[in-house]
Structure formats: structure tokens, C-alpha cells
T-cell receptor, first 111, second 114 residues
Framework: EDKVVQSPLSLVVHEGDTVTLNCSYE??????LLWYKQEKKAPTFLFML????IEKKSGRLSSILDKKELFSILNITATQTGDSAVYLC???????????FGQGTRLTINP | DGGITQSPKYLFRKEGQNVTLSCEQN?????MYWYRQDPGQGLRLIYY???????QKGDIAEGYSVSREKKESFPLTVTSAQKNPTAFYLC?????????????FGDGTRLSIL
């Protein structure tokens, strides 16, 4: 059975800190790994990763995939209160046409 | 603007009652999905549909039913057989064969039991 595990489940830091969120997975015939940010309602797409070792970057957020060790990390530098959200990791298997989600990491940034 | 519309935002169900959650998209996407989100459990797949008039069960389909009579619409019925329906329900869509195409989500419906 395909499985995604995120850690930590909850994280509280001060504004300006750097955080690293982790996502490990077990999936038959891996195709892609996705990161989403969920504030109050709809998850919004952040990154899709398909290749090992290639960093994807968007402003203060970056992510990288390790297909050998079966994990991905999401880094947020110089955190702001607006980064407070639940961050979701999901994987897709080849031919599955559906995503398997982890439990999410609830990130709280205190001013 | 293209997007996914879920309604209602909040819904209350009485014991023994069936309720239907609406999901409409104008993105011309072929595939649509229903997820359930409980606190601390991420998103779990209920049902999904790749094309009109066809759908598959996800991981937690028991107590739910769906239909896909139109490409734009994928309503979810929470039946009285679903004994613990209180949750946040999210609908999503994407293009079929979506290499490099992430799922887009609606704003969700929060269902509670009276």
C-alpha cells in the first residue's frame, strides 16, 4: 500500500527563522511528489518534483527530492507570519491518476 | 475566472439523512476527485472520476456515492450509512494524463451532524 509520512506534525517558530519540513514515502512505481500549502480552505500548489537532486525554488521556499532515500524536504527561509499554514505532501504512482497525501505539517510562525 | 466551486460552504446533517455536496469546475478538466479531511489526518480519497459516466472508489468510499453525468460536475452524496460524516470535504480536478499538471482544489464544504 502506498504511504506518505510527514514530519514534524506540528512546528512553532519565530518570524525570521528557517524551517525544514520532511516528507518520506513508499510508493510502487513513483511518478511525482507534490507540495501544497493550505491556509483556511483550498490547498494551493507549491511544487511538483519528479527528478532527484534538482532543487525547485520560489522566493523563500525551496524543495528537493531524493528518490534513492525516498524523501523530500521543503525549506522556508526568513519565515513570515503569512507562512503559517498546513503544508501537505502527496505522491503519485505511475499510471495511478490519483494522489496519496501525508498527514500534513501544521506550521505556526509567531511574530 | 476559471476555477472550482463547491457548495454549500457549511452543511448540517440530521441523523438518517442523505446530503449532497456540489462541485462544479469550468477548467475543462477531465478528472475530478473528492477528498475528506479530518484534523491531523491530511486528505483521504473518497471517489474519483477520469471521464464522464465513469468513476472509481478511493480509499474510504463506504457510505458515499457519486455521479458524473457532465464533465463540469461531480456531486458527492453522503448517505446515512456514513456513521461519522463530520469532516471537511474537498473537491479537486486536473487534466487526464496530467504530467506536470497538479490538482486544483475548491474551497471545501464543512459538514457537521446536528
Amino acid at each position: 500500500e502506498d504511504k506518505v509520512v510527514q514530519s514534524p506534525l506540528s512546528l512553532v517558530v519565530h518570524e525570521g527563522d528557517t524551517v525544514t519540513l520532511n516528507c518520506s514515502y513508499e510508493v510502487t512505481n513513483f511518478r511525482s511528489l507534490l507540495w501544497y500549502k493550505q491556509e483556511k480552505k483550498a490547498p494551493t500548489f507549491l511544487f511538483m518534483l519528479t527528478s532527484s537532486g534538482i532543487e525547485k525554488k520560489s522566493g523563500r521556499l525551496s524543495s528537493i527530492l531524493d528518490k534513492k532515500e525516498l524523501f523530500s524536504i521543503l525549506n522556508i527561509t526568513a519565515t513570515q507570519t503569512g507562512d503559517s499554514a498546513v503544508y501537505l505532501c502527496a505522491v503519485e504512482a505511475e499510471g495511478a491518476q490519483k494522489l496519496v497525501f501525508g498527514q500534513g505539517t501544521r506550521l505556526t510562525i509567531n511574530p | 475566472d476559471g476555477g472550482i466551486t463547491q457548495s454549500p460552504k457549511y452543511l448540517f446533517r440530521k441523523e438518517g439523512q442523505n446530503v449532497t455536496l456540489s462541485c462544479e469546475q469550468n477548467l475543462n478538466h477531465d478528472a475530478m476527485y473528492w477528498y475528506r479531511q479530518d484534523p491531523g489526518q491530511g486528505l483521504r480519497l473518497i471517489y474519483y472520476s477520469q471521464i464522464v459516466n465513469d468513476f472509481q472508489k478511493g480509499d474510504i468510499a463506504e457510505g458515499y456515492s457519486v455521479s458524473r453525468e457532465k464533465k463540469e460536475s461531480f456531486p458527492l452524496t453522503v448517505t446515512s450509512a456514513q456513521k461519522n460524516p463530520t469532516a471537511f470535504y474537498l473537491c479537486a480536478s486536473t487534466r487526464t494524463g496530467w504530467v506536470g499538471q497538479p490538482q486544483h482544489f475548491g474551497d471545501g464544504t464543512r459538514l457537521s451532524i446536528l
